[in-house]
Structure formats: C-alpha cells, structure tokens
C-alpha cells in the first residue's frame, strides 16, 4: 500500500530558529502533498496545498513567509516553519495522493513542534 | 466553500454500547465522503463513501450516506475502549480531470469509551 514517512517525529526548538519537516511518498509519486496542523483534540486544519514544482497554494490566514513549503520532487515535500514562536507549537501533518483517479490521501505520521 | 459539520463533537459511552456518529455536508462537484480514525498519530483510513444507501462494513463499524440529505453515519457497534479515538469525516475537491484535490474536514467527534 502507500506509505508516506513524515520526518522528524517530534522536535523541541528554540524560539527564533527554523525548523525543517520532511515528508517523503516511500512508493508512490505524489504530485500533490498537503500540509495540515492540529491542536489537541480538534481536527485537521489546512494549511497549504503543495504541487510538484509549482509554489504551494496557501490557505486564508497561513503567513507563506512563516511557514516555507518546497515539493521540488514527486517524492518530497518540506515544510519548514522559520523563526519559530511558542505558538507555533503544535502538531503538522503532511498527506499525499497520487492525484490521478483515486488512491486515497495517504497521511504521515505527524510531527509533534514544542518551541520553547 | 465546501463545508463538512460532524456531530456530536465528543461522546462518552460504555464498553457493549452502540455509537452512531454523524456527518453532513456542502460540497461543490460532490464526489465522494470519507471517513478517517485518528489515536495518537496520521488518521487511519476506515471508509469512502460515493454511493447513497450502500452500506459499507468493516467489523463492528458501519457506514452509509445519503446524497438527498448531503449526510453520513458512521456505526460502531458493540464498543471496546481501542475505538476511543477522534472520528474524522473529510471531503475531498474535485480538481481537474479526475484528480483529487484537498480535503474538507470536519470538526471531528471525540469518542472515549470506559470500560
């Protein structure tokens, strides 16, 4: 079956670094990957839509200076968020199809982001 | 804009009980509905729905839609506390040609069961 791996699991940073969030398709290429955020037993919010070699389409209300997206190959999607604030804590989830006919919306593991 | 609303939004129930969960929505160029379940961590795949009145099954869950009410249900029969979980109902755009676009999600029910 399809498997994304999301990469790191979880990371603690500093206030004011940038953090860098991978998120690979293992057997598939996903022309399009996108980028959710989640707080404590609420649902997934979107936060951008990203297409291989083409600049991320960013939900209303998510900075795309903020929160950086790079899918420069069917296989990877990055997501970094730069200068991070403790309100940028939270839990990011990256998903991708194939995006011809249907094969589901496979989703990574997640990635826990504490700053401090 | 598309539109998904879960209902309720946390339920509390016993081992042996029997939940039903609920889904509607407003979708432009409907294709399809789907339903996730989230513990931990990704969301588990469980259903997708495209066709009213059929139902789907997988164990002790269940679900249908309906396209005349734009709503779905999900079943879970004969509760244990490994379903306590985050249910999740998600629609997905259609893109262009039969390419799948973003998802819609709803708010999603908190479902915890005690033994």
């Known amino acids: 079956g399809a498997v994304v791996s999301q990469h790191p699991s979880r990371v603690i940073c500093k206030s004011g670094t940038s953090v860098k969030i991978e998120c690979r398709s293992l057997?598939?290429?996903?022309?399009?990957m996108f980028w959710y955020r989640q707080f404590p037993k609420q649902s997934l919010m979107l936060m951008a839509t990203s297409n291989e070699g083409s600049k991320a389409t960013y939900e209303q209300g998510v900075e795309k200076d903020k929160f950086l997206i790079n899918h420069a190959s069917l296989t990877l999607s990055t997501l970094t968020v730069t200068s991070a604030h403790p309100e940028d804590s939270s839990f990011y989830i990256c998903s991708a199809t194939p995006g011809q006919g249907y094969y589901g919306y496979t989703f990574g593991s997640g990635t826990r982001l504490t700053v401090v | 804009e598309d539109k998904v609303v879960q209902s309720p939004l946390s339920l509390v129930v016993h081992e042996g009980d029997t939940v039903t969960l609920n889904c509607s929505y407003e979708?432009?160029?409907?294709?399809?509905l789907l339903w996730y379940k989230q513990e931990k961590k990704a969301p588990t795949f469980l259903f997708m729905l495209t066709s009213s009145g059929i139902e789907k099954k997988s164990g002790r869950l269940s679900s249908i839609l309906d396209k005349k009410e734009l709503s779905s249900i999900l079943n879970i029969t004969a509760t244990q506390t490994g379903d306590s979980a985050i249910y999740l109902c998600a629609a997905p755009q259609r893109a262009g040609g039969t390419s799948y676009g973003k998802l819609t999600f709803g708010q999603g029910t908190i479902l915890t069961v005690h033994p």
């Open positions: 979708v432009t160029n409907f294709r399809s």
């Open positions: 057997d598939f290429q996903a022309t399009t």
